[in-house]
Nanobody, 125 residues
């Protein structure tokens, strides 16, 4: 599976962005998917995850209520809708896929098998 993230950019605090992650490979629909982010000099941390059929979605406490994760298996794409953005959300955002159908909250990067290249989100104050 190859993942291609897009949609990052510069936005003012309070604004919105939608990240997309397009995947190749016919097994996409059976994989759990997640988003992580990594700020400068920080570790890569969990943002959100969704299981293979969208029946379960999990969010980090820091983004809960502001971010929405969804997937379209017909388009092999996962979306992260980000609203009410804060400067603290500034980071490179990575999409990731796990061969497991079910995901868990507060996943670790090591739980995922495939990674996209990252897309930079910058939120100005």
């Amino acid at each position: 599976v190859q993942l291609q993230a897009s949609g990052g950019g510069l936005v003012q605090a309070g604004g919105s962005l939608r990240l997309s992650c397009a995947a190749s490979g016919r097994t996409f629909s059976s994989y759990g998917l997640g988003w992580f982010r990594q700020a400068t000099w920080q570790e890569r941390t969990f943002v959100a995850a969704i299981n293979w059929n969208s029946s379960s979605t999990y969010y980090a406490d820091s983004v809960k209520g502001r971010f929405t994760l969804s997937r379209d298996n017909a388009k092999n794409t996962v979306y992260l809708e980000m609203n009410s953005l804060k400067p603290a959300d500034t980071a490179v955002y990575f999409c990731a896929a796990t061969t497991l159908r079910q995901v868990v909250p507060n996943s670790y990067p090591g739980d995922y098998n495939y990674w996209g290249q990252g897309t930079l989100v910058t939120v100005s104050s």
